[in-house]
Structure formats: structure tokens, C-alpha cells
């Protein structure tokens, strides 16, 4: 159950000020990171071990994760996953939002990553050509990846799962939260795990950038009730302008039908004296 406190606490960090304290940041990069890839939006869903990771709920009903447990969280996760050496550990990830981020990830890094589909088997069966053996695996969705968790679990190696609010937790040994349904927060994700295990194992080679691991530009969006009250604002201005210029232009055309008309009746006089008959003496 999310207490007052948190929900106290990811307010205050919606709004940077100077008084901001310390336990209220984010440890691994800005807050406008996870606003920008929609990282701490959630599913309709909230099963009851991730319950306590969310917020809040939209109108819509989506829910919304804490974003500075977010962030603590992906922060114990990679502290875990730092503990692995490259050939030491698997990433399996199912899901086609995270291929791009998962197979930069793999590049960078040289760990074996499974996408698109996971061999079953390939952990427990020793007669498969294809059999490995690892320390560790690390799934995108505990629900997609279940193959690759039930062998995990048969080998008796550690899990670390990457969970939406829709997720189970109880088979995972180390839990990250986080949107794990889009490209842009799957993007941010690896982004941050490449990052932090190239330091931790001095692998020396020039970091994409989030954008690239995204794959499109991010933007960090108006908020939605700003944005109307800019645009009604806007619309009420344009309104008062277009008003005060059809009185103004009111005005001009009476000042020159006014104008038209006493030209008219100088001209009528003119005529009526040029006609008048002569006066004798």
C-alpha cells in the first residue's frame, strides 16, 4: 500500500526547488528522463506484489508507478547485475518494444541476449546443441519470458525481472520496475544498464546516446491541464483581438460613410449654386 508519505514525496519531486531533499531525487538521471519515456506509466492491471510500487490512477484507469521507486529500484538491479561478468549472465526479452535497446545493449557489452524467441530448454537440457550455462538471467516481462524464468528456476540460478504493475514478482529475485511495454522506456532502461556496467567493467567504448537506443527523438510533453489552460488563454486572446479589430473596422467604415456623405452634400450645394439664375441690380 502506497502511505502519504510517498505520495508526498513524488510530488515534491515534480517541482524542483532548492529545497529539495536528497532522499526525493532520482539516482540514476533526471526526473525528465522517466517523464519523457513514459518509464513510471503503468497498466490497467496492479496484481497484488506490485501494488505497492504505484502512485496513483489515471481518469483513464492506467495506473501510475512511483517514479523515484523507479529509479531505486533500477538502481539495486544493476548494483546486482554488476556483480556478473559478461559470459556469466543471459538477457531474454520477448517483447519487440525492447529488441532494439537489448540487442544495442548485447553489442556494447558482449552478454548473450535471446530475442524475439527463447530456446526452452536450453538451460536444463544438456543433449541440446544449443545448451548453455549461466550464472544469472535477466528477463524483460516475467510473463512473455516465462519460458526462460521456469528454467531459471529448475537450474536454481538468480532471477532479475524487469515488472510492470501487471507483472508477478514471486519467482523473481531481484525486481526493477518500470514500463516494460514501450520502446521508449525499454530504450531508457538499457540506456542505463549499458552505462552502468560499461563503468563497472571498464569497457571502453563510446556510449549511444538514449536517443539512440530509443530510436526517436524525445520531447518532454506540456502537461495536459497546462496545455489547455495555454491554448484556452491563447484561443480567449485571439477572440478579444478578432473583436477589437471588427470594432475597429466598424468604426473606419461609419467614419467613411460619414466622410462619403458630407462630400455629397458639398457636392449637392455646389451644383445648386452653379444652376441659380442670375439677379439683376
Not at 21 to 48: H, R
Not at 144 to 150: F, S, V
Request: overall charge neutral; hydrophobic content about 35%.
Amino acid at each position: 500500500m502506497v502511505t502519504k508519505k510517498d505520495e508526498t514525496k513524488v510530488k515534491e519531486t515534480l517541482v524542483e526547488t532548492p529545497e529539495t531533499k536528497k532522499e526525493d531525487q532520482t539516482i540514476l538521471t533526471p526526473l525528465e528522463d522517466y517523464i519523457k519515456t513514459a518509464s513510471y506509466l503503468g497498466t490497467k492491471v496492479i496484481t497484488p506484489t506490485m501494488r505497492k510500487y504505484v502512485y496513483r490512477r489515471r481518469l483513464d484507469g492506467l495506473s501510475i508507478l512511483n517514479t523515484l521507486l523507479v529509479d531505486k529500484k533500477l538502481a539495486e538491479g544493476i548494483d546486482f547485475i554488476k556483480q556478473f561478468k559478461p559470459n556469466e549472465w543471459t538477457l531474454v526479452c520477448k517483447r519487440e518494444a525492447g529488441w532494439r535497446g537489448a540487442k544495442m545493449f548485447s553489442e556494447l557489452t558482449g552478454v548473450r541476449t535471446f530475442t524475439k524467441k527463447y530456446p526452452s530448454g536450453v538451460l536444463t537440457n544438456t543433449i541440446l546443441e544449443d545448451f548453455i550455462e549461466t550464472k544469472m538471467i535477466f528477463v524483460c516481462d516475467p510473463w512473455l519470458d516465462k519460458n526462460a524464468l521456469a528454467d531459471a528456476r529448475k537450474v536454481r540460478i538468480p532471477v532479475v525481472g524487469l515488472c510492470d504493475t501487471n507483472n508477478h514478482t514471486a519467482n523473481i529475485d531481484v525486481v526493477m520496475i518500470g514500463n516494460n511495454k514501450s520502446n521508449k522506456s525499454m530504450g531508457l532502461f538499457f540506456w542505463l544498464m549499458s552505462r552502468e556496467y560499461m563503468k563497472a567493467h571498464n569497457i571502453d567504448k563510446p556510449l549511444p546516446s538514449l536517443e539512440d537506443f530509443v530510436g526517436e527523438k524525445l520531447v518532454l510533453e506540456e502537461p495536459r491541464k497546462k496545455r489547455m489552460a495555454r491554448e484556452k488563454k491563447e484561443s480567449e486572446l485571439k477572440t478579444g483581438e478578432s473583436a477589437i479589430e471588427e470594432k475597429m473596422r466598424a468604426i473606419a467604415e461609419k467614419a467613411d460613410e460619414a466622410v462619403k456623405d458630407d462630400q455629397g452634400e458639398e457636392e449637392k450645394e455646389s451644383v445648386s449654386v452653379a444652376e441659380a439664375p442670375e439677379q439683376g441690380v
